[in-house]
């Protein structure tokens, strides 16, 4: 699928939201377009309200996802989008990566 049709996938909802997400991830260290829809997809409510598990939430590994791409387009996606969360979800992401500031995150996927 093409990543417009993915990110429809996830805006549709639906059983294969996630697997749409992840998809996108898969692709965004090579792909800056994938980057981009990701990064806009992470700021959903919906995605910010579909918890995987516990507190992370689909949004969360949207932002995960691009941090972990390492490029420095998927980076500035990620740190525009920890930054639109709330303070106590940007508190909660930091805590699950392991990290003082969302620029010293790199997670591995």
Do not use: C
Request: a negative charge.
């Amino acid at each position: 699928m093409r990543n417009e049709e993915l990110a429809d996938l996830v805006r549709q909802g639906g059983p294969y939201r996630g697997k749409a997400v992840f998809e996108l991830i898969d692709r965004a260290r090579d792909d800056t377009e994938a980057a981009t829809r990701l990064g806009e997809l992470s700021r959903l409510p919906a995605l910010r309200e579909d918890r995987m598990f516990h507190m992370v939430s689909l949004a969360w590994a949207a932002i995960i996802g691009l941090l972990s791409a390492e490029t420095p387009h998927a980076r500035g996606l990620a740190y525009a989008a920890f930054a639109s969360l709330d303070a106590s979800d940007q508190a909660d992401f930091l805590a699950y990566v392991k990290a003082q500031r969302i620029e010293d995150a790199h997670p591995h996927l």
